[in-house]
């Protein structure tokens, strides 16, 4: 069997936007607080700007051009989690896929695994992935750079040549990328042109699709 019709091995996973349909809420939640500072942003433009990136006020700072007060991030967690308690819902379809998804699966987000944990919990998910979560704190740099995705590889001593990720950011899609990975955009919230663009191999807008795909030879 030559390299190139070799089955996946690993699915890996970003956790908002392709696990939880928590990319409108926490959106939502960034764009009005940095209203209510005085920041003139829309949803369109927060997408844009902070999509795949891990939060941080320096980061954050840098982007907008203007510093945000130090209290601004745990306020950001307080109220984004208070939005998910009532409205954070799986991303449609993922439950039924992942049942039929017979390969090793786990999650490697830019979110710190607290986010995670909460948000999976929520979701009633949390159980499927119980030491099988991922964050950029455990490695020295999140996306776009590969660390994450080659960390996640070694957990289960598997090749990245036969790992494939699901992303839906520009970013994410740029680190599997570099990871060696075979990575495929997930467009539920992004467009499919932006993930073709940062070199997915192939875009899919539901999540129906996703137990073929991992099956499908290469």
Excluded: W
């Excluded at 986010?115 to 998910?125: A, C, F, N, Q, Y």
């Excluded at 932006?194 to 996703?210: I, K, P, Y």
């Amino acid at each position: 069997m030559t390299r190139d019709s070799s089955p996946f091995e690993l699915l890996i996973l970003d956790c908002d936007g392709v696990v939880v349909d928590s990319e409108p809420i926490t959106t939502r939640v960034l764009t009005e607080m940095l209203n209510e500072l005085g920041v003139t942003i829309s949803v369109e433009e927060v997408v844009e700007t902070f999509s795949g990136h891990t939060f941080t006020l320096e980061f954050a700072s840098k982007s907008l051009g203007t510093s945000l007060p130090h209290e601004f991030l745990e306020n950001y967690r307080d109220r984004t989690f208070a939005a998910m308690e009532s409205e954070l819902k799986p991303v449609q379809g993922v439950e039924i896929a992942l049942g039929q998804i017979t390969i090793p699966y786990c999650i490697a987000s830019n979110g710190p695994h607290e986010k995670m944990r909460k948000t999976l919990g929520v979701t009633l998910l949390l159980s499927r992935f119980e030491g099988r979560l991922f964050s950029s704190a455990d490695v020295e740099r999140g996306k776009p750079f590969p660390d994450l995705f080659l960390f996640a590889a070694r957990h289960f001593a598997i090749s990245p040549s036969v790992c494939l990720v699901i992303e839906d950011s520009p970013s994410g899609v740029a680190a599997a990328r570099a990871a060696g990975m075979t990575v495929y955009g997930f467009s539920g919230t992004t467009a499919a042109q932006r993930l073709l663009d940062a070199g997915a191999h192939r875009v899919f807008c539901q999540m129906s699709e996703l137990p073929s795909l991992v099956a499908a030879r290469r």
